[in-house]
Nanobody, 119 residues
């Protein structure tokens, strides 16, 4: 089993930045990709970004508008999400997720870290 632990969330003013981290442990040898999702109160969880583990190929949701950057450190089994130019609409719980192979849904999820953007 894989365990994912997010960190780096907090309160930030509009226009500010945060860097989220997610450390994976357990059977991480099976990692194909890791990604970030978010969920605001009363809304469905939505995809934010993902990165493949071997090649580092990235993919982003359109709404990040070039503001967010996903990266990874394979040796540390850690994925990051650099978030710039934050606005109140970015307020949500951000979840890290791991996909063990291509063509399937994400297998493992962290507990989330709260990001709150004030105006």
């Amino acid at each position: 089993q894989v365990q994912l632990v997010e960190s780096g969330g907090g309160l930030v003013q509009a226009g500010g930045s945060l860097r989220l981290s997610c450390a994976a442990s357990g059977r991480t040898f099976s990692t194909y990709a890791m990604g970030w999702f978010r969920q605001a109160p009363g809304k469905e969880r939505e995809f934010v970004a993902r990165i493949t583990w071997s090649g580092g190929s990235t993919y982003y949701a359109d709404f990040v508008k070039g503001r967010f950057t996903i990266s990874r450190d394979n040796a540390k089994n850690t994925v990051y999400l650099q978030m710039n130019s934050l606005n109140p609409e970015d307020t949500a719980v951000y979840y890290c997720a791991l996909r063990s192979r291509p063509g399937i849904d994400y297998d493992y999820w962290g507990q989330g870290t709260q990001v709150t953007v004030s105006s």
